[in-house]
T-cell receptor, first 116, second 115 residues
Framework: AQKVTQAQTEISVVEKEDVTLDCVYE???????LFWYKQPPSGELVFLIR??????QNEISGRYSWNFQKSTSSFNFTITASQVVDSAVYFC?????????????FGSGTKLNVKP | DSGVTQTPKHLITATGQRVTLRCSPR?????VYWYQQSLDQGLQFLIH???????AKGNILERFSAQQFPDLHSELNLSSLELGDSALYFC??????????????FGQGTRLTVV
């Protein structure tokens, strides 16, 4: 069965601290996709990144970086030098690559509070 | 702006009533997905339509139904509403619904409050 676990329910940091959000997934598929979405207080879901199961290269985008490790089934997200605007709920998601349909399995989310 | 439009943004209605939530996908996107986000259940997949056809069902109640029209917009109909149906309902769209998995772009959601 597919499952995404975000064990950290809520994290609080002070501005400029680095913070890592953990994501562990389970799937029996050999082809799958992992995502991170941000949900700010306004409520919309904002796409951050997509990785496929064949590409384990880590990715950096500005202050954001992602560490994908198939050996530990993890896809962690690090924010460097956090800012107040980073305060949001962050969701990790897994999508199967099945013929005819796909759907997302979301983790329960990690609420990040960045204090000035 | 994701390009996915959901209306209305907020909806307050009484128990037992019926409501319709509307979603316009991004231009060119053939797949539409509906999700429900509630405090106790988190983000749950409800249903997926691809080019007018239902492709997958998730945890969608029998009181709920959806359809995708020829112009590709979709509607989610919720009937006999209960207090527990209060949630944020998201629509997402993507280009493909099959092997070529792509990003799903989410709308801003419709916040439904049942009183």
């Amino acid at each position: 069965a597919q499952k995404v676990t975000q064990a950290q329910t809520e994290i609080s940091v002070v501005e400029k601290e680095d913070v890592t959000l953990d994501c562990v997934y389970e799937t029996r598929d050999t082809t799958y996709y992992l995502f991170w979405y941000k949900q700010p207080p306004s409520g919309e879901l904002v796409f951050l990144i997509r990785r496929n199961s064949f590409d384990e290269q880590n990715e950096i985008s500005g202050r954001y970086s992602w560490n994908f490790q198939k050996s530990t089934s993890s896809f962690n997200f690090t924010i460097t030098a956090s800012q107040v605007v980073d305060s949001a709920v962050y969701f990790c998601a897994l999508s199967e690559a099945l013929y005819n349909f796909n759907k997302f399995y979301f983790g329960s989310g990690t609420k990040l509070n960045v204090k000035p | 702006d994701s390009g996915v439009t959901q209306t209305p943004k907020h909806l307050i209605t009484a128990t037992g009533q019926r409501v319709t939530l509307r979603c316009s996908p991004r231009s060119g996107d053939l797949s539409v997905y509906w999700y429900q986000q509630s405090l106790d259940q988190g983000l749950q997949f409800l249903i997926h339509y691809y080019n007018g056809e239902e492709r997958a069902k998730g945890n969608i109640l029998e009181r709920f139904s959806a359809q995708q029209f020829p112009d590709l917009h979709s509607e989610l109909n919720l009937s006999s509403l209960e207090l527990g149906d209060s949630a944020l309902y998201f629509c997402a769209s993507s280009v493909a619904g099959g092997r070529l998995n792509t990003e799903a772009f989410f709308g801003q959601g419709t916040r439904l409050t049942v009183v």
